[in-house]
């Protein structure tokens, strides 16, 4: 795939060296290894946004004169585009939401709050996002039911034996990560959802829940191939705005769902004693929207789909076997996650021999390197690993093989620093 960082404004960007780099490296330019916390912006969205916001705007579905009916069609055809994005029939069972985290807690306190009872059980896995966790962890306490964690193989994998065995008739959702954002594990969401099939009658059958956050930027997404019954995932992942997610469900469970929020749009009539709902997905969308966000999406989505998500896909892969064979080779470096690259997105977690992940990203930084360090949202996971932090590198379509070259070279040169000190601790432990 071509070079594509022309297309990202903030790639242009210098940082200014610290003085332990060499005088005449100062002024590097930015190497952004963190777009599995938010990507870059292409010209494309940022250029939809501003052209919405200077020549379209007004509040759509709310007004009769032109200017708000034309925003309103941009908003609908918008939901069209991302729906089409994610596969599904309907665009009408795409919801706009803030973002993943919001799309989970809406299930968690509308679906969630009316179908979990006493002693139901929720399946989650050891690798979720505190996103994909806490909404479940809250649920189960407050209707007296009961979180299942499923843990993971000597690879990194979901241990799908264990997911298997937990399985019972107490099982009323499954909740999961498509891809960790820590391991970059590609969980096989077919197979588990085709388990289920078999397992179950069609009545009994679990609510399949799974969070796209990492794996929506990255992989071709069909909900229906999945089939699952509820996908979210984050517009700012996917080289949007920030601000706006999704949330897509089955319309049927939609449709039978009370609303999470009310106020504006989303009634059709409301009188001192009672309301009518609107229809879905406007029922999910209280007030008005983040239009900016829904267009700057739509817009990523067809920069994305020019590219191919084929494309990006083999991209990933060639960028992360890369990664993974020069780290591999540091002796003070610790991979974590499948080795195997067809079962891992763009991203490698890590850390260095007695130095702590947060001085390895900060001096990277003095590089002109953003990594991101700490628990990642994912301590259940990190605890489980019996580490309480890690760096993580994460890889989007302007990420090129030189950036990897010069990641290498900076953990050498940090390495090289910090030495020393790790090796007087070593000596302080014998």
């Known amino acids: ?60 579905h709310r007004g009769i004169y032109a200017l708000s009916e034309e925003a309103t069609e941009m908003f609908e055809v918008s939901r069209k585009v991302i729906g089409n994005f994610i596969g599904t029939k309907d665009p009408n069972e795409v919801v706009f939401t803030r973002g993943t985290t919001e799309g989970v807690n809406l299930v968690a306190e509308t679906w969630g709050q009316v179908n979990i009872k006493r002693g139901d059980e929720i399946i989650v896995s050891i690798m979720e996002h505190h996103s994909n966790f806490l909404p479940w962890q809250r649920l189960v306490k407050e209707k007296g039911a009961k979180l299942v964690v499923v843990g993971l193989t000597k690879e990194g994998l979901l241990d799908l034996k264990d997911f298997n065995k937990k399985l019972s008739r107490k099982t009323k959702l499954v909740a999961l990560a498509h891809a960790s954002n820590v391991l970059g594990t590609i969980n096989p969401i077919e197979k588990i959802s085709s388990l289920i099939a078999k397992r179950y009658t069609l009545n009994a059958r679990p609510v399949l829940f799974i969070d796209g956050a990492q794996s929506a930027p990255h992989m071709k997404v069909n909900v229906q191939k999945l089939g699952c019954d509820f996908f979210v995932f984050s517009g700012h992942k996917l080289y949007g705005p920030t601000g706006i997610g999704v949330l897509w469900g089955k319309k049927g469970i939609l449709e039978a769902m ?115 360090a700490g628990h990642h949202c994912a301590m259940p996971l990190h605890d489980y690993l019996n580490i309480d932090s890690s760096v993580r590198a994460s890889f989007g379509v302007y990420t090129t093989k030189k950036d990897i070259d010069a990641l290498v070279v900076a953990l050498t040169k940090v390495y090289e620093m910090f030495a020393p000190s790790a090796d007087l601790l070593d000596e302080e432990n014998k």
């Open 1 to 60: 795939m071509k070079n594509l960082s022309n297309d990202f404004p903030i790639l242009k960007r210098k940082f200014h060296a610290a003085p332990f780099v060499a005088s005449a490296k100062r002024g590097r330019r930015l190497i952004y290894l963190d777009s599995a916390a938010t990507a870059q912006k292409p010209k494309a969205v940022l250029n939809a946004v501003r052209n919405f916001a200077e020549n379209h705007n007004a509040n759509p």
């Open 258 to 372: 009370p609303p999470y929020q009310v106020g504006g749009q989303m009634i059709k009539e409301v009188y001192l004693d009672k309301v009518v709902w609107n229809d879905v997905p406007w029922k999910f969308e209280a007030g008005t929207p983040h239009i900016t966000g829904v267009i700057g999406l739509a817009s990523a989505v067809k920069y994305i789909n020019k590219i191919d998500m084929n494309t990006v896909r083999k991209h990933e892969k060639d960028i992360t076997a890369h990664a993974l064979a020069k780290l591999s080779k540091l002796p003070y470096v610790q991979i974590y996650g499948p080795k195997n690259v067809n079962l891992r997105t763009g991203l490698v977690s890590f850390n260095m021999k007695d130095i702590h992940s947060h001085d390895v990203a900060s001096a990277l930084d003095e590089y002109g390197i953003a990594v991101r």
